[in-house]
Structures are given as C-alpha cells and as structure tokens.
C-alpha cells in the first residue's frame, strides 16, 4: 500500500514513517494552499526545529459513488478505506460477461462519482482513473477509489510526471497533451480522457492496446489513434450508439472539445434510464448483416490483425474476420479444420463467432469436431448461445449441451444470464440440465433471478423441482429468492414464493431475503416478502435485524413499514446498538425521527453503555443531537467505560453546534467523568476557542481538578493551547 503524504527528512532513514502528533509541530500552520483532498501548511517540528509540509488529509468526502476514506494507519504504513466485498471492476469485465443495462448504469455511476469529484472548489483531480481503481460493493455498485493520490506539485517536470504515471500502470489512461511539451499542469479533462478509456473497456470487456509496449501506445495517442471500435459487440442496443459518441467526446485529441463531467452525467442518466425500461432491447443491425454474439470475447478474435504465412493458417482467419465468406467457403481445406489456433481455439469457434451459418455448415461438413473446447473450456455451442440460426445448427449436430467451460458454465448459464428465453427454451427442449451448476454453485436460476429475467425464470421453473428452487450457490449460501431480492426484481420474487420458495432461508451469514430488501431500499420486494410471513425480526450473524439494515441505509419508509407489521424498534443487534443507534451511524435525521415517532427508545444503551445522543456527539452530527434532545434524549447520561456524558464526548469531537444543543437542552457543563475531567477539560485540549467560551459562559467551573490534579488551564497549558490558556486566565 502507497502512503499518500509522509515527511522527507534526513532525520528518516529511507522507508521509515514517523507518527507525527498534532502537538508536535509549532501552533503557527501558514496555509499554503487548499484543495483535492485537504490543504497543505507550512509547518515547523518543535523537536528539530524544521520546516516540513503538512498535508491534512480530508476523510469527511463522502458520496455514493466514491469509497470513503477512514484514516491513517501509520503503524502499518497504510490507508484505511471502505472494503469493497467484489473487488475492482478491472477483475469484474475480465471474468463476468454484462448485460448492457449493466453496462450503462456502470458508466452512468462512474460520471456520478467523477462529478463528485470535479464539482468541487477547486475540483479534485483523480489523475488515475481506472478499471482497478473502480470497486464494486455487494450489489455491483460503482465506488471510486484512489482519488487524491497523484497530484501535481508546481516545481514538477512533465517527465517526472508521467514516471509517476508509468510506474502505476496508467499508461493506456494518459491523454496527448501530457506527452507533448505543453506546459499547463493537467486539469479536468485529463480525467475525462481516463473516462472515455474506461467506457471503451467496459462495452468491449476487453484491455485497450493489448499487447502493445508502452513506446507504441505512446506513439499511436500522440498520433490521434484510439482503441478499436470494431470490438465493441455487433449486437448491440440502439442507445449504445450515442454512447460511443460522448465516449469519443471524451477522448477528443483536442482537449478543449472534450465535455465536462456535469454535461457527461445528464447524458448517461438518460441512456441508463431508457435501458431500464422493461422489454426486448432493440438492436441495430445493418439488414445484410447475420446476427451476432456480444459475447465479450468474440469482437477481440475478429479484430485481431492476421497475417499470411506459408500455410495459410492465418489467412483463412483473415477471410473471417473481412467477412468474406464466400472466399472463405472457397478456400477452407480439411486441414484447416483439424488445426488448434492460438488459445487452442479450432476453426469450427471462429467460424460460429463470425455467425455466417452456411460456412459454419461448411466447416461442420470437412470433420470438425462439434464438442472441441478452447483451452478455457469455451465450445462452438457456447459461443454461439445468442445466434439462433447457428445454435441450431450446432444441436441439429449433436451439439453436447451439457458441456460446461472451465468454470463449468454451460451454454444455459450464458443464456439465462442474458436473458434470451428462446435459447434457453431451446436448449432445455435438447437435454440442457435445468439445475446444473457452475463452479461456484450457480445454476441458471440463480443467474436470471439476480439479473431480472422473468420469462427465463417461468420457464426454468417449469422443468426444476421445488427443492431446486431452495438451492443455495455456494460462495454466500444465497437462493435465487435472495438474490431476487437483494437487486428488486418484486415479480420474480412474488413468482419464487408461489414455487415454495421459502422467505426465511438463511445465507452463510444468517441473511434473510428480507434482510437484503431491506438493506437495499427494495419496498416492494419487503412488501411481499411481509405477506409472504417471514420472521420479520430474524437476526443475522452480526445480529442485525432487516429495521436495523433499513434504518442504516436511511430507509425511512421501508423502517415505517416494517414496524407496521410487527418489527421491534429497540431490537439490538451483537454491538448492543438498536435501529435508532444505526440510523445515527449514518446520520439519517429523516430516519431517526420516524423511530422515534415508532416508540424507538432514544435513550436505549449498546455497546459500553453510548446511547445514540453519545454516538451523534462523536460522529459530529449536530442536526441529530438536536433531533434527538427534541425527542427527549438524556444529555446527561453516562456511559459506561469512564463516565462520559454526551457533553464530554462533544467536546472531545470539537462539535461547536452540538454543544450549543446540549447546553440549551440543560447539560451539565461541570459534570465529571471516572478520571475527574470535565467538559471544559476535554474542550481545552483541543482547538475550539468558542467551545471554551460557551462552556464558561454558561457556568463551567474553571478550577476543577481531574485526577491529575490538573485545572483546564494547565491541561491548555500543556498542550500549548494559548488562545485557549489566554481566555481560561481571563475567564471569559
């Protein structure tokens, strides 16, 4: 892991990172700038006597779209960010194949993020916009990540730069500009161009300039050449098409004409949003043209370079990829058929990736084997699951329909996946296992209830068991009634519990289905589900009931409905917190209110005794505290550990507002807590002079000793807080 900022001292020997405290440095920071994820100060060691840069490091950036930094830890040399259970996107477009629904909402959520970014003052530049700097939550949502790492120093050379760049393995990502000697510092529309790379990867699911060396990805940007659009699937929605047009907006050799993030967001909203919409997807096709797979892998064969050698070998593929078929047909010999190309692939797989049916019944006719698998397992019946004509023909001969890919996968996985219920009844209707499963345990069932396929889903059940319809895959234990509705698909979910699916199946981690609904903000999945009689309370195996889930993600309506039907609002989960203490975490005031409209208990005790006004105080929430002081909550109960009152903990956080809300709601400003220290204690310790000063003006006793015997003047005298030790001396 990089560590963003460290000191650059030949006190440090190389690599070492010290652990500076606050307390360290002289109380005079000379801001030197601002912006991206902090500001930088001009600042000196009192120990060496030393001028260092300082950067603060901002982890209150928070956004859907982006991954949350937590902090620092120095001990271990890292940054801690938000876990992202589904890794980078990078590994997703190498190892899934995605529906172009998929495609766009992914596209749609990066600008999201990438907007985020940009619309700050001044904005933040990513510098290293990536597919492996893109994660995935639990559900396939788009979280940004490394942000803020690279920056531009003002005394840095373009070479020097670009070494940075190179060595993180975003050469394919760098716009022109920056390898000329233009000698403007990147801006925005550096990120731009990274966006426009991206979308190329995700509608191609392939890698830009594969196999290319770094000089020559250079030299073909510089010159204005940008990834293969051929690659991008043949079959394809209509909108795809507008979308290749911001992509190449993006892209623009002319950094001037290349859009912002703010025009990109409302033009992708629109292209998701149609994709949405329930139906076939329509397609455009030129009317001579066969139909083709957008299977990710085949427009990476037929945009492959040939050339001839002795044998012909690769000139038979140069016939393919030209779609020159009649040629093709002409030329094609016996010994042609029996040859493994590169990845073990034989022509017969080509052939059916071209989806000219005649030369696939040609090449069918010389010998070819029906059943031969590429060395990942892919068989011409596989390629050809989206080409009707083709898959025919392929079971018309004896096609094996059981086959699976090195994953196991069989032809009716990728059709199910893809939603293409006329492969799928084919299939079936020759010996395709309904309940077949992948490695990982996924059947077809599992695919099409997390991707919305209802037609597929009738069908499936049609020819499965109803123990079939309970199975669990193997990875998180969940049903297809769990992944139905963990992603919304209400008729799907209704269909599943018509079948005997039952609504109170746990996952490995104890989750029901109406724990995922609810976590998501699914209402109409948690209504049915709640017809369904599902336990309503059930406990997971952190101890989070489905209101402690909703209440965390702010689901105000989805929380109002569960405790319609029967749900305990002070329900506790393994931490002790309740539904009110989860709805705090996140600082969902809406949420908070409803609970407490519901007869949550506001003054309710988890974990070390922190109530939710404890927690609203630490989290620096003061529209909370204030909801929460409305609702009647305590501020003057201590917590268990060492006694604090939400007043200590306040000022220990240094939440001004939150403290002005807990003395006009009566707290005690001289309250003590186990070591003696009281608020005024806390507040001296740190920078908040009107913290003091609404502490002493409302009666805080100045001469009070803690445990040390020490008063807060000395307690701000120590940690050389000398306006605070100035106003302490006066008394306000």
Excluded at 505 to 513: C, E, I, K, W
């Amino acid at each position: 892991v990089q560590w963003p900022y460290s000191f650059k001292t030949s006190r440090l020997s190389p690599g070492q990172v010290r652990d500076f405290k606050k307390d360290d440095f002289e109380a005079d920071w000379i801001k030197v700038t601002e912006g991206r994820c902090g500001q930088v100060y001009q600042v000196k060691l009192k120990l060496w006597r030393e001028k260092c840069a300082l950067k603060s490091f901002d982890t209150t950036l928070k956004y859907k779209y982006i991954a949350s930094i937590y902090g620092l830890c120095t001990e271990a040399t890292a940054m801690v960010i938000e876990y992202m259970s589904n890794g980078s996107l990078n590994t997703l477009l190498a190892d899934h194949t995605l529906m172009w629904p998929k495609k766009f909402q992914m596209i749609h959520e990066i600008s999201m993020g990438m907007n985020f970014l940009h619309s700050m003052n001044p904005p933040l530049l990513h510098l290293n916009l990536k597919t492996s700097n893109i994660l995935l939550d639990d559900h396939l949502h788009i979280k940004i990540s490394d942000y803020g790492l690279i920056h531009w120093e003002e005394d840095m050379s373009k070479n020097m730069f670009m070494e940075i760049l190179t060595a993180r393995g975003s050469i394919n990502y760098i716009p022109p500009e920056t390898f000329s000697q233009w000698p403007d510092p990147p801006g925005v529309t550096f990120d731009i161009y990274s966006f426009g790379i991206v979308v190329w990867e995700i509608l191609t699911q392939q890698k830009p300039y594969a196999g290319c060396t770094m000089t020559s990805v250079l030299l073909q940007v510089s010159q204005g050449k940008r990834p293969c659009l051929n690659m991008i699937p043949d079959e394809r929605p209509d909108e795809c098409d507008e979308m290749v047009n911001i992509m190449q907006q993006c892209w623009d050799q002319n950094q001037t004409k290349r859009p912002q993030f703010s025009d990109i967001v409302r033009k992708t909203e629109a292209l998701s949003e149609v994709l949405k919409i329930p139906g076939p997807i329509r397609c455009h096709r030129n009317p001579d043209e066969r139909q083709k797979s957008n299977h990710p892998w085949l427009p990476a064969i037929l945009c492959f370079h040939f050339t001839d050698d002795g044998h012909g070998k690769d000139k038979i593929l140069s016939l393919l990829s030209k779609k020159d078929f009649s040629s093709f047909r002409q030329s094609v010999k016996t010994e042609h058929v029996h040859t493994q190309f590169s990845g073990e692939k034989s022509l017969l797989f080509y052939t059916v990736a071209s989806g000219d049916a005649e030369s696939v019944m040609h090449v069918l006719s010389l010998g070819a084997d029906i059943n031969s698998a590429t060395s990942r397992g892919y068989t011409p019946l596989i390629i050809a699951v989206l080409l009707h004509d083709i898959i025919s023909l392929l079971l018309e001969h004896g096609a094996a329909t059981t086959q699976g890919d090195e994953d196991q996968w069989t032809a009716l996985h990728f059709a199910a996946q893809n939603g293409d219920d006329r492969t799928v009844r084919l299939l079936l209707d020759k010996g395709a296992i309904p309940d077949a499963k992948e490695k990982s345990g996924w059947m077809p069932l599992h695919l099409a209830c997390q991707n919305g396929h209802e037609t597929v889903v009738r069908l499936l059940l049609s020819r499965l068991s109803e123990e079939a319809v309970g199975e669990r895959e193997e990875a998180q234990g969940r049903t297809p009634l769990h992944l139905a509705s963990a992603y919304g698909h209400v008729n799907i979910a209704k269909l599943l519990l018509s079948q005997g699916a039952d609504p109170n199946s746990t996952d490995f981690f104890l989750a029901t289905p109406l724990h995922l609904s609810a976590e998501e903000g699914h209402n109409r999945v948690v209504r049915q589900l709640v017809k369904s009689g599902v336990n309503i309370d059930s406990a997971d195996s952190r101890g989070y009931t489905p209101l402690h889930l909703a209440a965390l993600n702010g689901h105000t309506g989805i929380c109002r409905q569960l405790f319609s039907n029967g749900a305990s609002p002070d329900s506790r989960n393994h931490r002790g917190w309740t539904p009110m203490h989860s709805a705090v975490i996140r600082g969902h005031e809406a949420t908070v209110i409803q609970l407490e409209s519901l007869g949550g208990c506001v003054n309710a005790t988890g974990e070390k005794g922190w109530t939710p006004l404890h927690l609203a105080c630490h989290l620096n929430q003061p529209q909370v505290v204030a909801n929460l002081l409305a609702a009647k909550a305590n501020p003057n109960v201590a917590e268990d550990s060492e006694g604090w009152t939400p007043l200590h903990v306040a000022c220990s956080s240094g939440s001004f507002s939150s403290v002005l809300h807990l003395i006009s709601h009566h707290a005690d400003v001289n309250a003590v807590n186990s070591s003696k220290t009281t608020p005024l204690h806390l507040a001296a310790m740190g920078s908040s002079v009107p913290i003091v000063k609404a502490l002493l003006l409302n009666g805080a006793d100045r001469t009070l000793l803690d445990s040390s015997g020490s008063t807060a003047l000395n307690v701000a005298q120590s940690y050389e807080k000398l306006e605070i030790a100035q106003l302490l001396e006066k008394g306000c």
